[in-house]
């Protein structure tokens, strides 16, 4: 049997991101950054190494939105095209020199390390009483945008998979739905 992606709810997703929100405007620097790297995490429907080693660099503003350049899996680069929305989002940090990472370390020279991710997100994930992990963002992100009507293929190229097969693993079926009901 196959495993079911895991997702979160739209209104889990919500609830998270307001409780970092209520820390960031109490004027948390942490819970900016967190709110930016959860956000961010969902709206990119990246994994979490790639998260990690975004450098302002890697992101382009453009005339409509911009794009944000990611080193894959075996080190494979991909663009992403993003919302101008998004690129604020990211841009709500300070942007730093070229090479700066967009989440440095406080504790060591270079950027967070995927596990303070994964602990920042859990933390997050408890005040909210939410289960929340990095790669649990990127199976949200399939999910919400294929229930918005993204095809398949646009949304294999999104998050870097050379099989389709492999993104459909990403993406939990809506019980409700069924392709059927498209036809009439």
Same mark, same amino acid.
């Given at each position: 049997?196959?495993?079911?992606?895991?997702?979160?709810?739209?209104?889990?997703?919500?609830?998270?991101?307001?409780?970092?929100?209520?820390?960031?405007?109490?004027?948390?620097?942490?819970?900016?950054?967190?709110?930016?790297?959860?956000?961010?995490?969902?709206?990119?429907?990246?994994?979490?190494?790639?998260?990690?080693?975004?450098?302002?660099?890697?992101?382009? &503003?453009? $005339?409509? +939105?911009?794009?944000?350049?990611?080193?894959? =899996? *075996? @080190?494979? /680069?991909? #663009?992403?095209?993003?919302?101008?929305?998004?690129?604020?989002?990211?841009?709500?940090?300070? &942007?730093? $020199?070229? +090479?700066?990472?967009?989440?440095?370390?406080? =504790? *060591? @020279?270079? /950027?967070? #390390?995927?596990?303070?991710?994964?602990?920042?997100?859990?933390?997050?994930?408890?005040?909210?009483?939410?289960?929340?992990?990095?790669?649990?963002?990127?199976?949200?992100?399939?999910?919400?945008?294929?229930?918005?009507?993204?095809?398949?293929?646009?949304?294999?190229?999104?998050?870097?998979?050379?099989?389709?097969?492999?993104?459909?693993?990403?993406?939990?079926?809506?019980?409700?739905?069924?392709?059927?009901?498209?036809?009439?």
């Amino acid at each position: 049997m196959p495993k079911l992606a895991k997702s979160l709810s739209e209104s889990d997703l919500t609830t998270v991101l307001g409780v970092i929100s209520a820390k960031k405007l109490k004027g948390s620097t942490i819970a900016a950054r967190d709110y930016v790297m959860v956000r961010g995490s969902y709206l990119l429907g990246c994994r979490v190494s790639e998260l990690c080693r975004l450098c302002w660099q890697d992101i382009e &503003r453009l $005339e409509e +939105g911009g794009n944000i350049r990611l080193l894959g =899996k *075996r @080190n494979k /680069p991909r #663009t992403i095209r993003v919302s101008s929305a998004t690129l604020e989002l990211f841009e709500s940090l300070g &942007r730093g $020199e070229p +090479g700066d990472w967009l989440f440095p370390s406080n =504790k *060591r @020279n270079g /950027p967070l #390390t995927r596990q303070a991710v994964a602990a920042r997100m859990a933390m997050w994930g408890r005040e909210a009483n939410v289960r929340l992990y990095p790669h649990r963002c990127r199976h949200t992100h399939a999910t919400h945008v294929i229930r918005r009507g993204v095809d398949v293929f646009t949304l294999q190229s999104t998050l870097g998979h050379s099989s389709s097969a492999t993104t459909g693993h990403y993406v939990a079926a809506n019980p409700e739905d069924s392709s059927s009901l498209w036809l009439g």
